[in-house]
């Protein structure tokens, strides 16, 4: 089968990038995959369905999208939807090419009239832009969706909704594919335990959270250290609430942007890490994968796919009222307790060798797609060569035992 794949690729800053690197050796060698060219947006000749990868970055996926409206209509059209909420992505799309009716109509189609007015009021500069301020409340997926033909997700979070928003089309869970470790040598880090917190440090990654609770256990444990890796984002005064906080440089380790090579290494010194995000966009976190690789106890934000990792792997921490209160019993109990540490190492490393292998994520793709392909006649014989049997055995219409085959063919999406 002949895929055209439409996704950002290295060397561009992105991990969805990076995620598409990883995976495409891989489904190259069940499926005869063509990837676009970043910018081509003119449909794709001789091939049987189109994959496009959709975040909610305008920068790595505005083109992408492009690429889907232009699609004809009678072609298969697959969206691996790797965010849920894609306001920044169609804001992008809109305000930033100074459409702003186009922003006006996509706040209308999900908000209504009351939509429509707040985006006159972003437009205005009379009320904080949206994307930044309430983007859950306004996810904008809407034009995605209309134009999929099916979906991939990672998360059961992102599957309830889009059948919440409407999208009745076939959705194929697939997990996050993992990288394989590579060869590397853990980096020198002074702290016992030394705490890894990575991306881009923000109000919504909970960072001034983590801050109140690390300076907390600090106070009990004067070895700990809390290692800091990623940008500062505009507007987070990183400085100031250190200062608040009495946390001095011998207690925060600071690296900026790393590459590839550091970033597993840099992962590999930490006794834990810690990866807090709310609101969620629905994302699945690449740095959780790779921790998962390492064996690295996690704690994670008790919200979305982060919700729905199996409790031997993850400290869960609920948002809001005693966040930093609970996160501090949680780094008090890994740092106190190696026990528990182990265990969810070990659970980590089996997890992540079970459901995240990259053969097993690529055979899920390859099924995925061929469905999409020819789902249809598969499912209409399949349905009939059910419908035969049942005659066979005296199964008739409207009986209990009819209902209950109907019930199990919904289980795997036949006649629904």
């Known amino acids: ?89 169609v804001a992008g799309l809109t305000i930033g090419r100074r459409d702003g009716h186009g922003y006006l109509d996509a706040m209308e189609r999900e908000g209504g009239v009351v939509g429509r007015l707040l985006g006159h009021g972003v437009l205005d500069k009379r009320i904080p832009p949206l994307w930044e301020s309430r983007p859950q409340e306004f996810h904008l997926a809407g034009e995605v969706l209309g134009l999929a033909t099916g979906l991939i997700v990672h998360s059961r979070h992102v599957e309830e909704r889009a059948r919440t928003t409407g999208f009745e089309g076939p959705i194929w869970r697939v997990p996050h594919p993992a990288w394989p470790v590579p060869e590397l040598r853990p980096e020198r880090r002074e702290g016992s335990p030394l705490v890894g917190s990575f991306g881009n440090l923000n109000s919504s990654k909970r960072i001034p959270q983590l801050l109140e609770a690390f300076a907390r256990l600090r106070r009990n444990r004067p070895e700990a250290r809390l290692l800091l890796v990623g940008a500062i984002s505009p507007g987070f005064d990183l400085d100031r609430r250190l200062q608040r906080l009495g946390l001095s440089s011998e207690g925060i380790l600071r690296e900026d942007y790393v590459d590839e090579a550091r970033l597993w290494s840099l992962m590999a010194a930490c006794d834990v890490c810690v990866n807090l995000r709310a609101p969620t966009m629905g994302e699945t976190s690449g740095s959780v994968i790779r921790q998962l690789s390492l064996g690295k106890p996690v704690v994670v934000s008790d919200v979305g796919w982060f919700s729905e990792l199996p409790d031997e792997v993850a400290l869960k921490i609920p948002v809001g009222a005693g966040e930093a209160e609970t996160l501090y019993a949680a780094l008090e109990l890994l740092a106190g307790n190696e026990a528990v540490r182990g265990a969810m190492s070990n659970a980590a490393l089996e997890l992540a060798g079970r459901e995240h292998d990259l053969e097993h994520v690529a055979e899920l793709y390859a099924s995925a797609l061929e469905h999409a392909a020819g789902g249809e006649a598969l499912a209409n014989t399949v349905l009939g060569d059910v419908a035969g049997a049942a005659a066979e055995v005296g199964i008739e219409a409207g009986s209990p035992e009819a209902s209950e085959l109907a019930r199990r063919l919904a289980e795997v999406e036949l006649g629904r």
Not at 38 to 44: M, N
Not at 70 to 86: A, G
């Open 1 to 89: 089968m002949r895929v055209a794949y439409y996704s950002p690729m290295p060397p561009e800053r992105s991990g969805i990038a990076d995620y598409s690197s990883l995976l495409l050796p891989a489904l190259r060698r069940r499926l005869d995959v063509r990837v676009a060219k970043h910018g081509r947006t003119r449909p794709a000749r001789g091939t049987d369905l189109s994959l496009y990868h959709v975040g909610n970055n305008p920068d790595a996926h505005g083109w992408i999208v492009d690429a889907l409206r232009r699609r004809p209509s009678d072609q298969i059209s697959v969206v691996v939807l790797h965010d849920f909420v894609l306001h920044h992505l």
